[in-house]
């Protein structure tokens, strides 16, 4: 079943105009929900991210935040996703293609779907591996929009050079990943790069830096350069369906003797805490 506005209409009838902003432009804003037990997870920040993209792009919302959620919740009844995601995309509406913002009046397109994903245990266990690249992405990466060429470019770059994920730089310094925040351990403490208009301002991220402070993890939210991130103690990545994911190799090196780190898995052990009725946990089986 596929939400668009109000309605709730089975996959095969699903239907946006071809005028659609979000189609011409990359025109509109989206937010993907990780699913826990049939429930949203950590669902107030993602709307207040919502709300705060909308205001930034001066799109207004299709309806009051407490009805988004209330047809996002019978979404999910309707399909029965207990584990997976739910992407949900905001569009300024259809209209004739011309970059200027449509009448006042154009209702904006609402659309929304569920996916069933497991959790990634195994690659949360192993780690990953990733590759720098220069960052070439709009200067405005705190607003999650529909425009993710940049990201998309990055992401290929790393299946073709063979690795998970890319991170990014500006002029050396780190930013994220293709789709994820990145951060390293450096010195017992967590540093990752300060949100400001240059990342996103992941959900998980929040999370976990609330975390790592409940656990009496020092964090320093600072710009660092692309040598801090090679002599890092231990380095990961952040996001919705990623989780806590560690990063053992960067650009073909190891980080550190190329395990998951203590720190990290500190983290992963108190996220999994948060999600009830995990069934399979990083740590069984995988040496800590």
């Known amino acids: 079943m596929i939400l668009i506005d109000d309605r709730f209409v089975p996959e095969t009838e699903a239907r946006i105009s071809y005028l659609d902003r979000g189609y011409c432009f990359g025109d509109g ?65 259809a209209a004739p293609r011309a970059h200027a913002f449509p009448p006042v009046g154009t209702p904006p397109v609402l659309l929304a779907y569920c996916t069933e994903l497991k959790r990634p245990v195994e690659t949360m266990r192993r780690g990953v591996s990733v590759i720098t690249r220069p960052d070439i992405r709009w200067l405005r990466c705190d ?28 002029d050396g310094i780190v930013t994220e990943c293709s789709a994820a925040n990145a951060m390293i351990v ?62 053992v190799r960067i650009d073909g090196r190891p980080v550190a003797d190329g395990n998951p780190g203590p720190i990290t898995r500190r983290l992963q052990d108190a996220f999994e805490a948060l999600i009830p009725q995990v069934e399979t946990r990083i740590g069984e089986g995988a040496p800590r």
């Open 29 to 93: 804003i989206y937010e993907v929900f990780r699913v826990y037990n049939g429930r949203l997870f950590e669902k107030e920040a993602h709307y207040e991210r919502l709300v705060r993209s909308a205001r930034e792009v001066k799109l207004p919302l299709p309806c009051p935040i407490g009805e988004l959620d209330a047809r996002l919740s019978k979404l999910l009844a309707l399909t029965g996703v207990q584990e997976g995601t739910v992407y949900m995309q905001i569009s300024r509406g």
């Open 143 to 170: 607003i999650k929009s529909l425009n993710l060429l940049g990201s998309v470019l990055a992401k290929q770059e790393a299946v073709e050079a063979g690795a998970d994920d890319v991170i990014l730089h500006r």
């Open 186 to 247: 450096q010195g017992g403490a967590i540093v990752t790069h300060p949100a400001d208009h240059l990342i996103l301002h992941g959900v998980t991220r929040a999370v976990v830096l609330r975390l790592a402070r409940e656990l009496g993890i020092p964090v320093r939210e600072e710009r660092f350069p692309l040598e801090t991130l090679m002599a890092a103690d231990e380095a990961f990545l952040t996001g919705t369906t990623f989780e806590i994911t560690p990063i």
